[in-house]
């Protein structure tokens, strides 16, 4: 099994032969297999971006619909509570919205978060209070 008749009549030059050729192969196909591994993780990459997209909206969704679901709860038990049968609802309703909405921009980064304000400051003037 020392030769084959791919390699030809001698043993050395086709020996020779097909290591080169089989680097030359071996190369060729880690090079191959290093752009489909780059293609693979890029597909990843988009498929793990739009996952964490739908994932960033029902959060966001989430804690704008719990603000205004827990507002009218509060509102609907004020008025029973007391008597004041659209006021409180009413009322309780729109500062449920505001709440949601406050949350929705604390959840996404645009209103930083009431502790980062004086943490902020305080770094600001370089600490010389």
Known sequence: MSGSSQNGNSDDLGKGASEADLSER?????????GQRKAEE??????????SGYAQAMKLSSEFISGVVVGGGLGWF???WFGTKP???IVFLL???AAGVLNV?????????PGQR???ES???????
Do not use: P
């Open 26 to 34: 071996r190369d060729r196909l880690n090079r191959k297999l290093d």
């Open 42 to 51: 890029a597909e990843r990459a988009a498929k793990k971006s739009d996952n």
């Open 78 to 80: 004020v008025d029973q």
């Open 87 to 89: 006021f409180g609802l």
């Open 95 to 97: 500062i449920g919205f």
């Open 105 to 113: 921009m604390r959840a996404a980064g645009r209103i930083a978060e």
């Open 118 to 120: 004086y943490k902020r």
């Open 123 to 129: 770094s600001d003037d370089g600490g010389s209070n």
